[in-house]
């Protein structure tokens, strides 16, 4: 039972271009998640998703960002414009549907590691 | 809002001896998790250990354990007989309870680097 797959590993990108990073949620979640971890820092929320649906955009910023999960196929996250401030490890979780009265944690992919040059 | 707070951005250890890493948070919720994470160099995050917040018992797993001390909100790590593959960035978190809003969200604490010599 494969994990979660986040690809590309690497992305590199030079300023102003776009960058799509792609995640797959294991097999029989439903719920996909995405975090990005700045250099020297913990892993921020970005948005939480449902097959088709957007539940939570909170912590995207309000521009250039966007992010979904379609009903066939991986959940995206696409920065448009891509700046220096964007380079960071972006990572994908997903979860099955009710975990939240559990008391686990994520499942969560390797990581994008997006550098903009 | 959640703060998760880990003072120590780098520690080492020798080989088979014990570490300590600290973490402590601010919250005003009474039920919650909280959960160390592993990122090895490779970047996976690997969950380690998790507490939920109403069990009074320090939860243990192999060579790791918990000093849970919820009316001083923290949550130190105790890695007993460290071992090389240890040696990874170590992440705090936090995660509200079942009934609380926004309970599918983490907040991590910054981290610490933990090497250990052989």
């Known amino acids: 039972n494969a994990g979660v797959m986040q690809n590309p590993r690497h992305l590199v990108r030079r300023r102003g271009q776009e960058a799509r990073l792609r995640c797959s949620p294991m097999k029989g979640h439903s719920h996909v998640y995405w975090y990005r971890q700045l250099p020297e820092e913990g892993l921020k929320f970005m948005v939480y998703l449902q097959k088709e649906n957007i539940i939570d955009e909170s912590g995207m910023p309000k521009e250039r960002f966007s992010a979904e999960f379609p009903k066939e196929g991986p959940s995206i996250l696409r920065i448009q414009q891509v700046v220096r401030g964007d380079s960071a490890a972006y990572f994908c979780?997903?979860?099955?549907?009710?975990?939240?009265?559990?008391?686990?944690?994520?499942?969560f992919g390797s990581g994008t590691r997006l550098t903009v040059v | 809002a959640q703060t998760v707070t880990q003072s120590q951005p780098e520690m080492s250890v020798q080989e088979a001896e014990t570490v300590t890493l600290s973490c402590t948070y601010d919250?005003?919720?009474?039920?919650?998790?909280l959960f160390w994470y592993k990122q090895p160099p490779s970047r996976q995050m690997i969950l380690v250990i998790r507490?939920?917040?109403?069990?009074?018992q320090n939860a243990t797993e192999n060579r790791f354990s918990v000093n849970f001390q919820k009316a001083a909100k923290s949550f130190s790590l105790k890695i007993s007989d460290s071992q090389l593959g240890d040696a990874a960035m170590y992440f705090c978190a936090y995660r509200r309870g079942a009934w609380g809003g926004s309970n599918y969200k983490l907040t991590f604490g910054k981290g610490t680097l933990l090497t250990v010599n052989p």
């Open positions: 507490q939920e917040a109403y069990k009074q």
């Open positions: 919250t005003s919720e009474s039920d919650y998790y």
């Open positions: 979780a997903s979860s099955v549907p009710g975990w939240l009265h559990t008391p686990y944690g994520y499942t």
